[in-house]
Every structure is written in C-alpha cells, then in structure tokens.
C-alpha cells in the first residue's frame, strides 16, 4: 500500500498511469463496442472525423472505421509489449545473473555472446528475423525479444556483480548451499526493483519496434495494429491526416506514459527516497 501511495504520488507516474488505464480499457472494450473486425468495410472511403455521427474519427481509403482499428488495436500493441518483454527477461536474466556471479571465462564467454547480438542493429536485426520467420505475431515477439533481451543481461551482470560479495551471500557460501539456490534465494531477489523498472521501459520500445515493423509491412496480416494504421495513410497525409495522425497520437502517449510510469517506479521503489518521504 505504501508502495502505491509513493507511486501515485508522482504526478508524471500518475499521469502514466492514468494513460495506460485507459489504453487498457480501450482494448477489453474493444470486442463489446466494436464486435465486428476493424478490417471490415462499413462507410464510403475518407470520412473525415465527425462527418457521420457513426465514425467519429472517420474512415481510411478502404472504408475502415478508424476508431474500431485504433481500439482493437491498442490490445494487439499491449500484448506484444508485454509477451516480448518477458520473453526478453527470461533469456537476459538468468544469463546475466550466471555470468555476473561465477565470473571469470563463463563471464567472458557470456560477454561476447551478448556483444555479438549488440554489434548489429536491433530494428535491423528484427527487419530480417521476421522477414525470413514470415510476418505474423510469433515472428514479431521473436524477433524483438531477440534484440531486446542483451541490455537486460549486462543490467542484471553489474547488479550481481556488486551482490556476490556481501555478507548474507557469503554466509549462504559458509553454509553450504548451492550455487542454484544461492543465485535463485539470495542475489537475484535483490536485483528486482531494476528489473522492473526496465521492464516497463523495454514494454514501450517493444511497441515501438512492433510500429515500425508494421509500418514496413512486417506485422500481422490478420492483426489490425496502430503501426499497420499509420504506414496505411502515410501517402494520404495532406488529404486524409486523421488515417495516421490518431494511431500515431495513440503511440506516442503509450509510449510517454510508459516511460513516466517507470521514472515512478524507479522512485518509488527506491528504499532511499521511501525513508526521506
């Protein structure tokens, strides 16, 4: 409870929060208020916002109702978020977590297996995973947990580094326990709070990767989402801004909110700031 009192308390988390809220119900309202598929044709071609009482945010060049794409879409962009992220923290973790407290040539080796995956660009790196997987929303969560889990790894390396050498982990040593047990019950539980508080920055540039790779063509045909949205009326700005201006719009402040909920999470969480406050 105090946690989430600290958490509310910073006004840039709490705007954040209230964001992601709403984003978060757009997506569980999306099948009740619009049942049917976002890719359906319902209207004539660029309706500008407002023009019909029944698309409030118009229609794309194919006759789309753009509102029905940007809320079915806000559940697809959170899931990748989410789903690639954890995958990202369960490959990063226990390798950095290894490498960080044996040290030594499995440090080494961890290392360079990391720096081959950091020397290539990530949005490069995604481009042609998903291209030789083919496009499709197993592909995507591949490809940007692929890119995404090596700051994780060296993250969770320095935290157990400044951690093996305290005393409870070398009593746990004087006692006998296994290197498993010690890692899993006494280092990594102490690593948690920077763990979350980049995971919900990595969430954000998940989707921002899933974006840009829609953008490109590379998302999920049969998914409507904010990047497949914005690419679509990318030729149609002068005429028909609204096609990409509101899933951008939409990206840009899931993204925000995301980074403002974890700067209050970093606060928060910090045993520090909690005892001054």
């Known amino acids: 409870m105090a946690f989430l009192l600290r958490l509310v308390r910073h006004r840039s988390s709490a705007v954040g929060l209230l964001v992601l809220t709403l984003v978060l119900a757009a997506a569980i309202l999306a099948p009740i208020l619009y049942p049917q598929s976002p890719w359906r044709m319902v209207g004539r071609s660029f309706l500008e916002p407002y023009a019909m009482q029944r698309f409030p945010l118009g229609t794309d060049a194919l006759g789309r109702d753009v509102l029905s794409g940007l809320l079915h879409g806000a559940s697809v962009s959170l899931m990748i978020g989410f789903v690639s992220t954890l995958a990202a923290l369960v490959i990063g973790v226990p390798l950095g977590a290894v490498a960080g407290y044996l040290g030594g040539r499995v440090d080494d080796l961890a290392m360079r297996f990391t720096e081959l995956f950091q020397t290539i660009p990530s949005f490069a790196l995604a481009i042609v995973i998903v291209a030789i997987l083919q496009p499709s929303i197993y592909s ?25 050498s305290r005393d409870y982990v070398q009593a746990a040593i004087t006692l006998g326990q296994t290197t498993p047990r010690i890692i899993l019950g006494q280092v990594l539980p102490n690593t948690i709070v920077p763990i979350i508080v980049m995971g919900s920055l990595m969430i954000a540039t998940a989707i921002l990767l899933e974006s840009s790779l829609s953008f490109l063509g590379l998302g999920d045909p049969n998914l409507m989402t904010w990047g497949y949205m914005v690419g679509a009326g990318r030729t149609r700005l002068i005429e028909a801004w609204w096609i990409s201006f509101f899933p951008g719009i939409a990206i840009f402040l899931t993204v925000l909110a995301l980074n403002l909920v974890g700067e209050g999470l970093s606060d928060a969480l910090n045993p520090r700031l909690a005892r001054e406050r």
């Open 140 to 164: 995507i969560v591949l490809a940007i947990a692929l890119v995404s889990w090596p700051p994780v790894t060296r993250l969770v390396r320095g935290e157990v580094m400044s951690l093996r």
